[in-house]
Structures are given as structure tokens and as C-alpha cells.
């Protein structure tokens, strides 16, 4: 009796585990990976890449039950498998990122610094809306606010915000957040993200200069 009450709490207590260092460099090694999918690989080998990682992150999510920062980084990788592929085969691939975006942000909704909330909101943003899919620019803002306010330095938090402005219109608003974003710290054992985060960022400050001029 005493085993089946124990099992019977872990239904519906949330019990967040912290990854020892195994697990740490199992983060890193995807984050990396994910990196040079997405800065360096052509975009017509980037579906099967992230088809190959994302089977990867689902086993470290499974090595690693009850802990957030695995389910981030598997709807992180499933979404940007979602962009590799595109059109209606993607719909599959950013739901199932949204329910392990929605998994972490259970467990410990600051963990990775709200990267779940940057995660979320971006796909709130991107993805079509009913009756298609269930893109929401009101509750992409919603999460964009929060991921800021978990980490209002970070470039991505800020680089995500201001891709948001910027399908809103916003236009001045968005050019602060990016050279906001760009005075990011750099973050240690990541590189090439920064790399060619920074690169997103001036593709879009371009894209706004058009805008307006």
C-alpha cells in the first residue's frame, strides 16, 4: 500500500529533478548540436538533421523525467524541425512542441532563464491560427512579456520580442529590443548560438530599415 500511495502522489505532484553532470553535458552536447544545424548546416539538409536530434532529445527527456530544461529542449529542437520541414507537415512537429514547452513551464517556469516562455511565445507567434493551427499574437505577447521578465537581458528574450514587434508594425520598438539584444553577455559554451543569433538579429534590423524607408 505504501508504494502504490507513493506512486499515486507522483500523478499529480510536480517533483522536479535537477541534472547532474552527465545530464549537463547531455544539455550542452544538444545545444550545440542544435547550433550547427541551424547556423551551418544548407536549409535543404536541416529536416533531417533535427529529425535525427529531436529523436535524441525525446531519450534524454525520458533518461530525465520530472526535469524541465530536457522537455525545453525538445520543443525548441521539435520547432525548429517544424521550420525545416514547413507547410502542413510541420503542424505535428510545433504541437508537439508546445505540450513540452507547457511540461516544463509546469515543472519550474524559470528554468534556462523562461526560455520555455521565449520558446512558447515564438511558437504562439509563428504558427498559423485556427482553424489551422493555434497561433495567438495576444498570448505570444503574453509569453514574450514574461520571458522578458524572467531575463530582460538575454538575446534571445529580447530578439524574440522584437521579431514580435516587428509582425505587429511596431517598428521603433522593435529596433530598441534588437540593439538591446545585441548588448547581450555573451553566454559561456555558446558561440556559435550568439554567432549567429546576432545574425538573425541584423537580417532583422535590415528588414525594418526597408520597412520604414
Given at each position: 500500500?505504501?508504494?502504490?500511495?507513493?506512486?499515486?502522489?507522483?500523478?499529480?505532484?510536480?517533483?522536479?529533478?535537477?541534472?547532474?553532470?552527465?545530464g549537463?553535458?547531455?544539455?550542452?552536447?544538444?545545444?550545440?548540436?542544435?547550433?550547427?544545424?541551424?547556423?551551418?548546416?544548407?536549409?535543404?539538409?536541416?529536416?533531417?538533421?533535427?529529425?535525427?536530434?529531436?529523436?535524441?532529445?525525446?531519450?534524454?527527456?525520458?533518461?530525465?523525467?520530472?526535469?524541465?530544461?530536457?522537455?525545453?529542449?525538445?520543443?525548441?529542437?521539435?520547432?525548429?524541425?517544424?521550420?525545416?520541414?514547413?507547410g502542413?507537415?510541420?503542424?505535428?512537429?510545433?504541437?508537439?512542441?508546445?505540450?513540452?514547452?507547457?511540461?516544463?513551464?509546469?515543472?519550474?517556469?524559470?528554468?534556462?532563464?523562461?526560455?520555455?516562455?521565449?520558446?512558447l511565445?515564438?511558437?504562439?507567434?509563428?504558427?498559423?491560427?485556427?482553424?489551422?493551427?493555434?497561433?495567438?499574437?495576444?498570448?505570444?505577447?503574453?509569453?514574450?512579456?514574461?520571458?522578458?521578465?524572467?531575463?530582460?537581458?538575454?538575446?534571445?528574450?529580447?530578439?524574440?520580442?522584437?521579431?514580435?514587434?516587428?509582425?505587429?508594425?511596431?517598428?521603433?520598438?522593435?529596433?530598441?529590443?534588437?540593439?538591446?539584444?545585441?548588448?547581450?553577455?555573451?553566454?559561456?559554451?555558446?558561440?556559435?548560438?550568439?554567432?549567429?543569433?546576432?545574425?538573425?538579429?541584423?537580417?532583422?534590423?535590415?528588414?525594418?530599415?526597408?520597412?520604414?524607408?
Amino acid at each position: 500500500m505504501k508504494r502504490l500511495y507513493f506512486v499515486s502522489l507522483l500523478a499529480f505532484a510536480p517533483f522536479t529533478w535537477a541534472l547532474d553532470q552527465t545530464g549537463t553535458q547531455h544539455l550542452n552536447d544538444l545545444q550545440q548540436r542544435w547550433a550547427q544545424i541551424q547556423y551551418q548546416l544548407p536549409k535543404e539538409k536541416r529536416a533531417d538533421a533535427f529529425e535525427k536530434l529531436a529523436g535524441d532529445a525525446t531519450a534524454f527527456v525520458h533518461q530525465y523525467p520530472g526535469t524541465p530544461e530536457p522537455l525545453i529542449w525538445e520543443g525548441i529542437i521539435n520547432s525548429s524541425w517544424a521550420g525545416a520541414v514547413g507547410g502542413l507537415g510541420a503542424l505535428s512537429k510545433v504541437k508537439a512542441a508546445k505540450a513540452s514547452l507547457e511540461q516544463a513551464m509546469k515543472l519550474d517556469p524559470d528554468a534556462l532563464q523562461g526560455s520555455a516562455y521565449t520558446s512558447l511565445g515564438t511558437l504562439y507567434d509563428q504558427v498559423p491560427g485556427w482553424p489551422i493551427g493555434f497561433g495567438d499574437a495576444a498570448k505570444a505577447e503574453a509569453m514574450l512579456r514574461e520571458a522578458l521578465r524572467i531575463n530582460p537581458n538575454g538575446i534571445d528574450s529580447n530578439y524574440f520580442w522584437a521579431d514580435h514587434l516587428y509582425r505587429q508594425k511596431r517598428y521603433p520598438e522593435a529596433t530598441t529590443a534588437l540593439h538591446k539584444a545585441l548588448q547581450a553577455p555573451p553566454r559561456p559554451g555558446r558561440e556559435l548560438a550568439d554567432q549567429g543569433r546576432r545574425a538573425d538579429i541584423d537580417a532583422l534590423l535590415k528588414a525594418i530599415k526597408e520597412k520604414q524607408d
